[in-house]
């Protein structure tokens, strides 16, 4: 609404008074000073025209009380003459959609997604020499380090931070200046342009007027997308949670090969248990993410010739993810991935014991004689090395150069 006031005072739609006193009352709006006065919710009409006709009437009576004129009056400044020129609800609502995404995504998400794949790149680091057994299929596999697993988890978040960046972009063309079906009826010919110039200075974010305004009244694709890239970065959360609540599990009778923060007791009943709690919350603001997009992606569907008429509720979920995922990545880092630390004596017992260490025998006797080695050992109880001498198959000399599973977390 400031923008859109700055706009049609440059192109002399508007007195200098009138923007004056509206670009005053936006500014306490943007300020938070009269959130008590928008009560609305989100389900509404799917244009959000309750809501922007909420916005006209508080900048307007705002504005004519400063004034010193009678609220509710509609003068000097009127809320649909004045405040809402240019524009109609079908344009305003969602160029607020977009200004409000982009700042959530930059400012809130961003940041703390970045914090966490931070401090997974650090600990990938700083464990890159502890060998420990890889898993497929939940089986045993060839030997993998601590760092290159955790490195793999770092690698997920620098993907998927990249592609919420890329949906940024598309979100950054404003509906403003379709007014009510895409044509700019009763806008100046160059308020959407002004008007989107202005709201770009106001954020300092590069936001412009979208090239074509039939698009961005009656489909939101590219709020579907950034729900998407949304839901891809959940599902890459949902993978580092459950692995790290995994390779925790114990600690006695599970895999146990990692250790973190103990931040608070886990059973009500069971004295000293302790839970994997942030892994969990990770895991179910994953879920509740999936279940938002779901939510965005079959509204943004529903666009009926020249508008859509989803519009809060699709912002609503969005919103709600990124403020989930932001503060979830900040509790699951604060609480959790910080502390993460091998427990050495697991993690050598269990790559001892691996039977797929056997695979390094692979080019010097074979698959089938490997196979042997590795079944014989499981059938009897011994190790690999018994095995395989029992089998002839290798001398002790040959074996112990062969198989080195320090040597074995590269290629060959």
Known sequence: KKGAALANGELGELNKD?????????????????????????????????????????ISNRAIEM????????????????????????????????????????????????????TLHAKAEKF????????????????????????????????????????????????????????????????????AAKMAAETKRPFISAPNKFAALSAHDAMVTASASLRTLAGALMKIANDVRWLACGPRAGIGEITIPENEPGSSIMPGKVNPTQSEALTMVAVQVFGNDAAVAFAGSQGNFQLNVFKPVMVHNILESIQLIADACGAFNDHCAVGIEPNGPVIEKHL??????????????????????????????????????GLGFVTEAQFDQWVRPEKMTGPA
């Open 67 to 118: 004034a010193g004129g009678e609220m509710g009056s509609k003068k000097p400044v009127h809320p649909n003459d004045d405040v809402n020129r240019g524009q109609s609800s079908n344009d305003t609502f969602p160029t607020a959609m977009h200004i409000a995404v982009v700042e959530q995504l930059e400012d809130v998400l961003l940041p703390a997604v970045k914090k966490l794949r931070d």
């Open 352 to 389: 001892h014991e691996s039977l797929m260490t056997v695979t390094a025998l692979n080019p010097h006797i074979g698959y089938d004689k490997s196979a042997q080695i590795a079944k014989k050992a499981h059938k009897d109880g011994t190790t690999l090395k018994e095995a395989a001498l």
């Open 128 to 195: 890159k020499s502890v060998v420990k057994v890889g898993r497929t299929h939940l089986q045993d596999a060839t030997p993998i380090t601590l760092g290159q697993e955790i490195g793999g988890w770092a690698a997920q978040l620098d993907a998927t931070l990249a592609t919420v960046r890329m949906t940024i972009p598309g979100l950054c063309e404003l509906a403003i200046g379709g007014t009510a079906v895409g044509t700019g009826l009763n806008a100046h010919p160059k308020f959407g342009d002004l008007a």
């Open 18 to 58: 009138k923007v004056d006193l509206i670009v005053r009352a936006a500014d306490e709006v943007i300020a938070g000073k009269l959130d008590d006065h928008f009560p609305l919710v989100v389900f509404q009409t799917g244009s959000g025209t309750q809501t922007n006709m909420n916005a006209n009437e508080v």
